[in-house]
């Protein structure tokens, strides 16, 4: 079946720093992914739509210039936390869709210290 | 907008327990309504789904029906097994001329315990 995979599990940066998470899809395209963020204890949130060859939309009151997404090819989309704070501090979590619906990535869990 | 509401975990039961894990949601229209599957370190798989009313989903044991009147998507399970201990995310799509959004609920983690 369709794959997606997602790199890394888990990441701790300092404050300040950028942190790049990447999400592939392993055994079909994926012109549209997806990246979701999730609280403690809140839903996933739709953070963008990502299309490939083409500027990622964004949610309201998602930081474009803060979450940098890039989805250059068919198999691959990145998401870049920009000057990361503790307040971004999150699980993070791709998808992409597949010919039967949504697929998803094991998620990033980061840690801004 | 569209939204989902979960119960809140944790849920902790006993191997061979009866499962229901509450969902209602909020959407015009008719959207369509899934069970996702979290296992450890894994992403979230599609556990069922249903698209229209009185539709029952239905997997590895687990069901759901589609209840427009109560606006629900309870899921069920006669029998839970230590496997079954995951996190589990109901959630629902609504058409809406080409723009299509999973809205999910919080999550219900669920521990079996032997």
């Known amino acids: 079946g369709a794959v997606v995979s997602q790199h890394p599990s888990w990441v701790i940066c300092k404050s300040g720093t950028s942190v790049k998470i990447e999400c592939r899809s392993l055994?079909?395209?994926?012109?549209?992914m997806f990246w979701y963020r999730q609280f403690p204890k809140q839903s996933l949130m739709l953070m963008a739509t990502?299309?490939?060859?083409?500027?990622?939309?964004?949610e309201q009151g998602v930081e474009k210039d803060k979450f940098l997404i890039n989805h250059a090819s068919l198999t691959l989309s990145t998401l870049t936390v920009t000057s990361a704070h503790p307040e971004d501090s999150s699980f993070y979590i791709c998808?992409?869709?597949?010919?039967?619906?949504?697929?998803f990535g094991s998620g990033t869990r980061l840690t801004v210290v | 907008g569209n939204s989902v509401t979960q119960m809140e975990g944790p849920v902790t039961l006993s191997e061979e327990a009866f499962l229901t894990i509450n969902c209602t949601y909020t959407?015009?229209?008719?959207?369509?309504l899934f069970w996702y599957v979290q296992y450890p370190g894994e992403g979230l798989q599609l556990l069922l789904k249903?698209?229209?009313?009185?539709d029952k989903g239905s997997n590895k044991g687990f069901e759901a029906t589609y209840r427009k009147e109560t606006t629900s998507f309870h899921l069920e399970k006669g029998s839970v097994q230590v496997s079954d201990s995951a996190v589990y995310f109901c959630?629902?799509?609504?058409?809406?001329?080409?723009?299509?959004?999973?809205?999910f609920g919080t999550g219900t983690r669920l521990t079996i315990i032997p």
């Open positions: 998808s992409a869709t597949a010919y039967y619906g949504y697929t």
């Open positions: 055994d079909f395209q994926a012109t549209t």
């Open positions: 990502s299309n490939e060859g083409s500027k990622a939309t964004y």
């Open positions: 959407a015009t229209g008719y959207p369509s």
């Open positions: 249903a698209t229209k009313a009185d």
């Open positions: 959630a629902l799509i609504k058409l809406d001329f080409g723009n299509e959004k999973l809205t």
